[in-house]
């Protein structure tokens, strides 16, 4: 079935939508799956790339065609996304060719590839999104054989540090680049959307239509702002975070003087990556729009052999029981849904842990749990 006619639902039937065809002008390769990884959209980018046409491959499932994605090493990461966990992410180092497309040369494709969840009419379906970066990959190879030549007296190990740093600084780059090239084009999608939106009559059925694909537009809009928050995410080397300054600045920051902080912290620093502030800003604007009846948070840190646990508590409606753990999935939450998800991540880079322990209805309570060896009480 080809995309742009009416939904079908059904045995044996492909479920697709006109509005997926706002797809076909990205650079990028974008397919949605089903479930059954039945192939639902397949955009012009990847027909060009690996030759096969949007007709040979809607309706048909994807690992059938590419028989090495049936193997647990892919399926068990993707069914998850399905399952209501975070975006699949495959690298371009372990697996470089998720959807291989033989160049010119007779090599392939060098691809960097993620499987996001999107929902559809009530249906969760699997975005996969490729991004070609064969020539960051060619760069990236002739830098690390350059340096190496030059720096053979250095030891391996710092080698290794450097060249990972300008490979991260590059594919950053090319991030940023890619994501202003596709902003460029959404803009101009939203730009046309407006004039043919204005010259519908309201509540038209072309008007809906008009307003679902504003909606579809949102949701590229709001993926690509995901891209930007993670940019600097493990870019710079971890470092000792001091912990108290942080929660001032960030109370600051968040509150303004609107909220009572008791900061009881000793003189704390935490090896962290230098992100670890937007860990505690993240905690405090959850706190500003969820807390709801919040005057006070406290903030205070304790410690044994094994580990010290830094302390964040207010005094608002709290969270329910059943919400403890999914609030630091991707996508939970009334506003972004990001802030818990990526401080978690931001956290897990040398080894701390996040979790909530408050009574539902007296205050929410966050735990960051610190190794032993992460932190330091200086003398006052």
């Not at 495959?90 to 499987?115: C, K, M, R, T, Y």
């Not at 972004?336 to 209805?361: M, N």
Request: net charge negative; aromatic share 8%; charged share 20%.
């Amino acid at each position: 079935m080809k995309v742009g006619t009416e939904p079908l639902h059904g045995p044996g039937r492909v479920v697709t939508d006109r509005n997926w065809e706002m797809f076909d002008p990205l650079p990028v390769g974008i397919i949605l799956i089903d479930r059954d990884y039945t192939v639902l959209f397949w955009n012009q980018c990847i027909a060009r790339w690996t030759g096969i046409s949007r007709d040979a491959m809607v309706g048909c499932d994807l690992r059938t065609q590419f028989a090495h994605l049936a193997s647990r090493v892919y399926t068990s990461r993707i069914d998850q996304v399905f399952e209501g966990g975070p975006a699949a992410v495959f690298s371009s180092q372990f697996h470089p060719h998720f959807i291989p497309a033989l160049l010119q040369n007779g090599d392939l494709l060098a691809e960097h590839a993620s499987v996001i969840p999107f929902d559809h009419n009530g249906m969760r379906l699997g975005m996969i999104v490729i991004e070609d970066i064969n020539d960051l990959v060619s760069q990236v190879r002739m830098y690390r054989a350059t340096r190496q030549l030059a720096n053979l007296e250095i030891e391996e190990r710092k080698k290794a540090q450097e060249a990972l740093h300008a490979a991260n600084a590059k594919l950053n780059l090319l991030s940023s680049l890619t994501r202003h090239d596709i902003l460029n084009q959404v803009t101009g999608i939203t730009s046309y959307l407006y004039l043919l939106e204005n010259g519908l009559e309201p509540g038209s059925q072309q008007n809906e239509y008009v307003q679902k694909i504003s909606h579809q537009v949102e949701v590229i809009t709001h993926l690509l702002e995901i891209t930007r928050e993670y940019e600097q995410l493990g870019i710079s080397a971890p470092d000792w975070c001091d912990v108290r300054s942080i929660v001032e600045h960030s109370a600051q920051d968040v509150f303004a003087g609107s909220i009572g902080i008791e900061n009881a912290l000793p003189a704390l620093e935490v090896y962290a990556d230098p992100m670890f502030g937007k860990v505690i800003f993240n905690i405090f604007e959850n706190a500003k729009y969820h807390g709801k009846t919040v005057t006070t948070i406290r903030v205070g840190f304790s410690s044994d052999k094994d580990q010290g646990i830094l302390t964040l508590e207010d005094n608002g409606v709290g969270i329910p029981a059943s919400e403890k753990t999914r609030i630091f999935l991707k996508g939970v939450g009334s506003r972004t849904g990001l802030g818990l998800y990526l401080s978690q991540e931001i956290l897990s880079i040398t080894g701390l842990e996040i979790r909530e322990t408050g009574t539902p209805g007296t205050g929410a309570r966050f735990e960051i749990l610190i190794p032993q060896a992460m932190f330091r009480v200086r003398a006052r």
